[in-house]
């Protein structure tokens, strides 16, 4: 067989020199003969190989093929996923059983366009998964347990580390030496000016955003306070807080976000958080400057040195005018040293687009926290005069 396929290419290849002399007649149909065979041999055998080698490319292929579970799973199983690679999270799951490999979780994940959103946390998952179910169940809400932190709008930096050492088992004094630094906790440089010439607080106050975090396993009290500044970066930057601010306010927006932090303790309703906010703007820089008179001022410092709060109608003239209280509204005109409170957005909106009015009093006047406002004394006496028939501890 190899002696014909060998001629028969030798023939292909040079048809001018035949190997063998013989007759015309024997030449031409021998040559004829043999070249028709040699084809037809070629073909059964390139058809041979052609199946053998997809056989073995099939077989080959299984080799590099990574090794996935079928179906939606079997046992429940909790996980903690922790913030890294997709490899890495996909050894985390093998390691507990819930995919085959990390081959065939990363290439799923790779495939879903979602794929690369899959978030540190506890998830509720099984055990045996395809790798692809695994993907989907790590990228559905309802799948992750929800152990996280609330930080409720208008708290203080104090409280808000009180709670995370409560909360998380870290020590109190790992929150507080943490906050002592607030720029290298990622707040710009640029937050600590201010226009109406006086020194800012410098402290992370009104930079811890309140909302509720699930902060990664085994976390420093400085990554979670970071991560919350940076949640406030991203906040204030999608409202375009800063422009609104200077080019809006033509004030800094370190005095935008003071503003919001007052906003924040004094008004009872979130409707109100504009009007108050204007009220502050019209007190500390319109003429003639005059004293805010916020009480909740008095109650930061009280919160300061761990007393606790007191309604307007309840604090004394003492406490209002304390001259070591470097917030003091009382004793001071403009606005006080730096925020009271970390603010909530709509806190934040009020003070960066407030109301437009002339006001320059407001008062609540029922239980339910509504506010009145007026614009001169004998209005806000008489807005007083209401509170106090509704209930409202003033008179």
């Known amino acids: 067989m190899i002696d014909e396929l060998d001629l028969a290419f030798d023939e292909e290849a040079d048809r001018s ?13 021998g040559g004829k003969g043999k070249t028709a065979i040699a084809f037809l041999m070629v073909f059964v055998l390139l058809g041979v190989l052609g199946v053998g080698g997809y056989l073995g490319y099939e077989k080959v292929k299984g080799f590099f093929t990574a090794a996935d579970y079928d179906g939606a799973g079997t046992d429940a199983v909790q996980v903690v996923i922790e913030e890294g690679s997709l490899t890495a999270i996909g050894n985390t799951l093998v390691d507990s059983d819930v995919v085959k490999s990390t081959a065939a979780f990363t290439e799923a994940a790779e495939a879903n366009p979602l794929g690369k959103n899959i978030q540190a946390g506890t998830y509720n998952l099984k055990k045996q998964m395809a790798a692809k179910d695994a993907v989907t169940m790590l990228l559905d809400p309802k799948s992750r347990v929800k152990t996280g932190i609330t930080i409720t709008p208008g708290t203080t930096a104090r409280d808000v580390y009180k709670l995370l050492a409560q909360k998380t088992g870290l020590p109190l004094k790992d929150f507080e030496d943490a906050g002592k630094d607030p720029k290298a906790l990622g707040v710009p440089d ?87 906010a204007r009220v502050a703007y019209n007190r500390a820089y319109k003429d003639p400057k005059m004293p805010l008179q916020f009480d909740v001022t008095t109650n930061y410092w009280l919160n300061l040195n761990d007393k606790s709060g007191k309604h307007s109608g309840k604090m004394t003239k003492a406490e209002l005018e304390d001259p070591k209280n470097p917030y003091t509204t009382e004793l001071k005109v403009g606005l006080p040293l730096g925020p009271i409170n970390n603010p909530s957005e709509g806190a934040l909106a009020g003070a960066a687009k407030p109301a437009s009015g002339p006001w320059l009093f407001f008062v609540a006047v029922d239980k339910a926290g509504n506010s009145a406002f007026a614009t001169t004394n004998a209005e806000h006496e008489a807005n007083i005069q209401k509170a106090c028939r509704n209930g409202i501890p003033l008179c």
């Open 17 to 29: 020199k035949p190997r063998h002399r013989r007759g015309a007649k024997g030449a031409k149909g």
């Open 190 to 276: 640029f937050w600590f000016n201010r226009t109406d010439g006086k020194k800012a607080s410098g402290t992370i106050e009104g930079f811890l955003y309140p909302d509720t975090y699930e902060f990664k396993p085994k976390a420093t009290a400085a990554e979670m306070l970071a991560v919350m500044v940076q949640k406030f970066l991203t906040v204030t930057g999608d409202m375009d807080f800063v422009k609104s601010a200077e080019q809006g306010l033509s004030v800094s927006p370190y005095e935008a976000l003071i503003v919001a932090s007052l906003s924040q303790a004094e008004a009872g309703v979130a409707k109100d958080w504009p009007k108050v």
